[in-house]
């Protein structure tokens, strides 16, 4: 069983840097993508980024282009997210998900099977 450990979140000054992480074990990491989601308080969840298992990032939400890289370890089996010139408006529960998918990454949330606990990044002055 795939198990996805979230870390890094916290409290940064808009225009300060973060990066996330995501630890998984359980499986053949090599052969999943992960995906990147957040969820701001009253909001629905929505897609930041994902990652092939090959660390392609095909994905990243229009607001965050330019400001956030995905990343990936495969010996290491970690996931980043490397998030800067952040802004009030990323604030919101990080959450990173995992599938079992080759040669491309999923933005749908709904298409993950493995969850991770979720990271609270708070963007404020």
């Known amino acids: 069983q795939v198990q996805l450990v979230a870390s890094g979140g916290g409290l940064v000054q808009p225009g300060g840097s973060l990066t996330l992480s995501c630890a998984a074990s359980?499986?053949?990491?090599?052969?999943?993508?992960f995906g990147w989601f957040r969820q701001a308080p009253g909001k629905g969840r929505e897609a930041v980024s994902c990652?092939?298992?090959?660390?392609?990032?095909?994905y990243y939400l229009d607001s965050v282009k330019g400001r956030f890289t995905a990343s990936r370890v495969n010996a290491g089996n970690t996931v980043y997210l490397q998030m800067n010139n952040l802004k009030p408006e990323d604030t919101g529960v990080y959450y990173c998900?995992?599938?079992?998918?080759?040669?491309?990454?999923?933005?749908?949330?709904?298409?993950?099977?493995?969850w991770g606990q979720g990271t609270q990044v708070t963007v404020s002055s």
């Open positions: 998900a995992a599938r079992r998918v080759t040669g491309w990454c999923p933005s749908i949330g709904d298409y993950y099977d493995h």
């Open positions: 359980g499986g053949t990491l090599n052969d999943y993508a």
């Open positions: 990652i092939t298992n090959s660390g392609r990032s095909p």
